[in-house]
């Protein structure tokens, strides 16, 4: 650690690069805490409009809008593009004797 402290405090570009990383600090917060609020809003939808979902390919136990904490992950998932497609698609899906006003039943598979 002190070989590093050393270091960037002997090499002028080393020590400059340093520093405008340090001063965007705060920046990087503020991005971070808004990507949080508008995954909070998209997952607090999610789990009101689709926690009733039966699951089928794309839609299963670990990926789905049955729990905020799964809604988050889940919407991390799509924010690196994995699959958001496909898991749009079988959403829409109408499946053969669908009730469309379910009760919750949080222990449902």
Do not use: H
Request: charged content about 20%; aromatic content about 12%.
């Amino acid at each position: 650690m002190g070989r590093l402290v050393r270091l960037i405090k002997a090499v002028k570009g080393l020590r400059t690069l340093f520093n405008t990383m340090v001063a965007s600090i705060p920046s990087i917060a503020n991005i971070g805490s808004l990507l949080f609020l508008i995954f909070f809003m998209y997952a607090v939808c999610g789990v009101q409009l689709y926690s009733t979902v039966a699951f089928n390919e794309d839609l299963n136990e670990q990926a789905n809008f049955r729990s905020f904490g799964n809604a988050m992950l889940l919407l991390l998932r799509f924010s690196t593009g994995e699959n958001w497609n496909g898991f749009m698609r079988n959403l829409l899906k109408d499946k053969d004797n669908c009730d469309p006003d379910p009760e919750y039943n949080p222990d449902a598979p």
